[in-house]
């Protein structure tokens, strides 16, 4: 069985300042990763993927995640966040071998001015 | 641009009253996928079809139905909408299973 745990339903941080989005899976096979991001009343935007290969992935806005198997982490990163990354964003798993995709429960993201 | 499309983008129903949502792709993807999402919650995958395979997670309500004509298209069908139905429904595509999936705009679904 997966799952995803995301840490923080709300993180807040100013325009400028360095964003982290916090995610831990579990998994029994080699997963698949994934982060969304979901603006108000849209659809999920897919930002990056993680499917075995590099460790660092970097994905679209300036986003990049890193696969860490010791941590079981797949941690969200933008090293200056602007006001527009303000959204929801969901990390999700799968094992790639057709089964579904598992989503956490989500992190808001508020930027300051 | 290849995409997903969702008609209507809000739809206002009432209690009871059948209504249908409607999904539609360019991308030529085996996969179809429905969500429900309320707010501030993740999606929760109502059924998906592999082609022309349909797959119905073991709590969906029966209320809610699924068709797939065609590659292109895939309708939601609710026969009998409660309160408790409204959310914003998403539908998505993939290549295939587990890999990543594309999502349409959504369509924001109102029960009076």
């Known amino acids: 069985a997966q799952s995803v745990t995301q840490l923080g339903s709300h993180v807040s941080v100013s325009e400028g300042a360095l964003v982290l989005l916090r995610c831990n899976y579990s998994?029994?096979?080699?997963?698949?990763l994934f982060w969304y991001v979901q603006y108000p009343n849209q659809g999920l935007q897919l930002l990056l993927k993680?499917?075995?290969?590099?460790?660092l992935v970097k994905g679209i806005n300036g986003f990049e995640a890193e696969f860490k198997k010791s941590e079981t982490s797949f941690h969200l990163t933008k090293p200056s966040a602007h006001m527009s990354d303000a959204a929801e964003y969901f990390c999700a798993v799968s094992d790639g071998q057709g089964g579904k995709l598992i989503f956490g429960q989500g992190t808001e993201l508020s930027v300051k001015p | 641009d290849a995409m997903v499309i969702q008609n209507p983008r809000y739809q206002v129903t009432q209690f009871g009253k059948p209504v249908t949502l409607s999904c539609s792709q360019t991308?030529?993807?085996?996969?179809m996928y429905w969500y429900q999402q309320k707010s501030s919650q993740a999606p929760k995958l109502l059924f998906h079809?592999?082609?022309?395979?349909?797959?119905n997670e073991a709590d969906t309500p029966d209320n809610f139905q699924s068709r797939r004509p065609n590659t292109s298209f895939c309708f939601l069908d609710i026969r009998s909408p409660g309160l408790g139905d409204a959310a914003m429904y998403l539908c998505?595509?993939?290549?295939?299973?587990?890999?990543?999936?594309?999502f349409g705009p959504g369509t924001r679904l109102t029960v009076l």
């Open positions: 993680y499917t075995s290969a590099a460790t």
């Open positions: 998994s029994s096979v080699p997963p698949y």
């Open positions: 079809y592999y082609d022309k395979d349909f797959n």
């Open positions: 998505a595509t993939s290549e295939r299973q587990g890999n990543e999936q594309f």
């Open positions: 991308l030529n993807h085996n996969v």
